[in-house]
């Protein structure tokens, strides 16, 4: 390995490098001399490492990772923790037999194949002949492997497919987006509606919190369902309980829906039931159901978890002292 690694002076006349912020240009030298480069562009860097050494947190390094690969100038695998700077072989020349074979040497310790693939491709670009690596790569092979060579992945593919990523997160913001367009215009259309879901939208705002795909997806599906005047009952009994958040509204409600509770007439009708057969006092019980789980917590002794006397401990250091 070598002790130093060369900046070439015009590297901050680089077009690319101009556009850059303080931090990405640094974070750049540091792809570019930091201990574990190698002869062929290959090499290991767990995030820890570059976390140590730049003195950045777990989501700088992220960061910075994933907008030089959007920036296509290095490519990280995440399996092996290896990276791969797209622009080596360009400024670092390998015609020089020695070279050649050190970079063969550093090659066979590369643990991503579609790095090394991607290498090759880059040396055809240069017309750096690897011919002698290859033949013996496929010499070494088992018969159930594939030549390098034709590994179906190259720079294009990898980067086609963070396009493809890209596309898919967008498309999911869009749908939230889309769930939260749909709020506002029945908003606008059925303001004047009992069952409006611009009522239902604020009432949970003012109660709860923002709003965001998910709850406008329940809060649409409620207001299909059952009356205002029942969700904000059960709203009023979240908030005395001191449980006013989604899970608990959803509970409340999910117990009415399974005793055929849609409006708060229906609410009332069941509490002049219960009133009149002597089981309550007239107020409908409105507990969601706890699990197993969290019931058994409930029962078990709390002395379980007080904290030792000083005879108890006593005792104890006596017993291992025997």
Same mark, same amino acid.
């Given at each position: 390995m070598a002790v130093y690694r060369h900046i070439h002076i015009d590297y901050w006349q680089d077009g690319f490098v101009l556009d850059l912020t303080p931090e990405e240009k640094y974070f750049?030298?540091?792809?570019? /001399?930091?201990?574990?480069?190698?002869?062929?562009?290959?090499?290991?860097?767990?995030?820890?490492?570059?976390?140590?050494?730049?003195?950045?947190?777990?989501?700088?390094?992220?960061k910075l990772l994933k907008r030089f690969e959007d920036y296509k100038k290095i490519v990280y695998c995440e399996g092996s923790k290896e990276i791969f700077l797209v622009n080596w072989i360009k400024h670092n020349k390998i015609a020089s037999p020695k070279v050649k074979k050190c970079i063969e040497k550093e090659l066979s310790n590369v643990k991503s194949k579609e790095l090394i693939n991607l290498f090759l491709i880059e040396c055809d670009k240069y017309r750096y002949s690897m011919d002698d690596y290859i033949k013996n790569l496929n010499t070494t092979m088992d018969r159930v492997s594939i030549p390098i060579r034709e590994v179906d992945f190259n720079l294009e593919d990898h980067y086609r497919e963070k396009e493809k990523q890209k596309e898919e997160e967008k498309y999911?913001?869009?749908?939230?987006?889309?769930?939260? !367009? !749909?709020? !506002?215009?029945? !908003?606008n259309y059925k303001n004047g509606e009992e069952n409006s879901i611009g009522k239902f939208k604020l009432l949970y705002e003012q109660n709860v919190g923002l709003i965001n795909g998910i709850v406008?997806?329940?809060?649409?599906?409620?207001?299909? /369902?059952?009356?205002?005047?029942?969700f904000k009952r059960a709203i009023e009994i979240a908030t005395d309980k001191g449980k006013c958040n989604k899970g608990y509204i959803n509970g409340i409600l999910r117990q009415w829906s399974d005793n055929n509770i849609t409006c708060i007439d229906d609410l009332c009708a069941f509490e002049v039931g219960l009133k009149n057969r002597g089981d309550s006092d007239g107020k409908y019980k409105c507990e969601p159901t706890k699990s197993k789980y969290a019931r058994e917590l409930e029962d078990e002794d709390e002395g379980l978890y007080r904290k030792p006397t000083d005879e108890e401990i006593e005792a104890v250091k006596r017993k291992f002292e025997l």
């Open positions: 750049y030298i540091y792809l570019m /001399t930091n201990s574990k480069t190698s002869q062929c562009g290959i090499y290991e860097l767990p995030k820890r490492i570059i976390e140590t050494e730049t003195g950045y947190n777990r989501e700088t390094v992220e999911k913001e869009k749908e939230k987006q889309k769930l939260c !367009d !749909d709020l !506002d215009y029945k !908003d406008a997806q329940w809060l649409i599906e409620l207001c299909e /369902t059952i009356d205002y005047k029942l």
